[in-house]
Structure formats: structure tokens, C-alpha cells
């Protein structure tokens, strides 16, 4: 009977350090998944925030420009920095008010410029290590 606690000493508590010690190494993990996780999202997001409208078919670059989009707000759903989340909703924003107007000479030149500053804080705010949560 004189064994058990000795027992305890030697197999418990090396077991019970080997957990807590788990979780901490859980957490960094969990983290790096995280950093992860926002760098795939920003890798697609900026993918499709470089879509260029088919000028010679506007009603398609419309329904395209609607379908990336989409997209964006899909990625935006994904990530927990805010920063990122907020660039992707106003190019999602920004696509979606694409019309055919858009595509003509003046209107496109417009458009691009426009989408090209958004695109900009995009990729500054992905470059950004010190992003919310992270």
C-alpha cells in the first residue's frame, strides 16, 4: 500500500505535466493555423480581386464581376482579421456595382483605377502581420 502514492508521484504527475505542457504547445499550433488560415485567404482573395472585365462582352463582365464578387464575400466570411474581412467586403462592394456603363473607354479607365487603390489596401492589409487576432 506504501507504493501507491510513490506510484502517483511517478506516473501521474509526469503524465499530468506532459498535458498541460500539450495544451501550450495546442495553442501555439492553433495560432500558426491561424496565420495560416488568413494567409490562404488573402492568397485567393487578391486571385480574384484581379479580375479585369471583358469589355467586348459587358453583360458577361457584369455577371462575372457578380460572381467574383461572391467569392470575396466568401472569403471575407473566412477570416477572423478584420481588417482583411473589411478590403474584402468593399471590393466585393466594388464588383458588384460593375455595369455595363462601366465598360465603356472613360467608364473602364474609371473602374480600373478605382478597383486598383482597393486592390492596394487589399494587399497592404494581408501584408500587415499585426492584423487583428494575430
Request: glycine content about 6%; hydrophobic content about 35%.
Amino acid at each position: 500500500m506504501t507504493d501507491y502514492p510513490r506510484l502517483v508521484r511517478l506516473i501521474l504527475l509526469p503524465l499530468l505535466a506532459a498535458g498541460i505542457l500539450g495544451l501550450t504547445g495546442c495553442d501555439a499550433l492553433n495560432s500558426a493555423s491561424d496565420t495560416l488560415d488568413r494567409a490562404e485567404v488573402c492568397t485567393k482573395a487578391l486571385q480574384a480581386a484581379g479580375f479585369n472585365p471583358d469589355v467586348s462582352n459587358p453583360d458577361q463582365a457584369v455577371q462575372d464581376a457578380q460572381n467574383r464578387a461572391q467569392e470575396l464575400r466568401d472569403l471575407a466570411a473566412q477570416t477572423t482579421d478584420a481588417e482583411v474581412k473589411r478590403e474584402l467586403n468593399e471590393l466585393a462592394d466594388q464588383f458588384n456595382q460593375l455595369s455595363p456603363d462601366d465598360l465603356t473607354p472613360s467608364g473602364s479607365a474609371a473602374w480600373a483605377q478605382q478597383k486598383l487603390e482597393t486592390y492596394n489596401q487589399l494587399q497592404a492589409s494581408c501584408t500587415n502581420s499585426g492584423g487583428d487576432g494575430y
